[in-house]
């Protein structure tokens, strides 16, 4: 069963950048789209950014299209976030997840079965 851990959450300033990566280890995931999502205080979890499982197409949520990439290398089973510009509205905790039916990055929850830990993005809001 594979297991995701995420890293690289920490202190952003507003301006400043971020990358975090996840980890999969015990199935790989090159197979599989991948997902980042992020749940801020008192809000939902809501959907950042998504990947095909060959890395050609990506979709974005509206709020962090432009300022947000995500990346991966299935040689190291690991699936990157990159954020620039911060905003205060990105202050959350960070997962990312991996689907198990899926090739082509998507949206939807429900098509995701496995989720990190998550990591958190500690700066002031």
């Known amino acids: 069963q594979v297991q995701l851990v995420e890293s690289g959450g920490g202190l952003v300033q507003a301006g400043g950048s971020l990358k975090l990566s996840c980890i999969a280890s015990?199935?790989?995931?090159?197979?599989?789209?991948m997902g980042w999502f992020r749940q801020a205080p008192g809000k939902e979890r809501e959907f950042v950014a998504a990947?095909?499982?060959?890395?050609?197409?990506?979709q974005y949520s509206a709020s962090v299209k432009g300022r947000i990439t995500i990346s991966r290398n299935n040689d190291v089973n690991t699936v990157y976030l990159e954020m620039n510009s911060r905003k205060p509205e990105d202050k959350a905790i960070y997962y990312c997840?991996?689907?198990?039916?899926?090739?082509?990055?998507?949206?939807?929850?429900?098509?995701?079965?496995?989720w990190g830990q998550g990591t958190q993005d500690t700066a002031p809001s």
């Open positions: 997840a991996t689907t198990r039916l899926t090739f082509e990055p998507t949206q939807d929850t429900r098509e995701y079965n496995t």
């Open positions: 015990g199935h790989t995931i090159s197979n599989y789209a």
């Open positions: 990947m095909a499982w060959n890395g050609e197409s990506a």
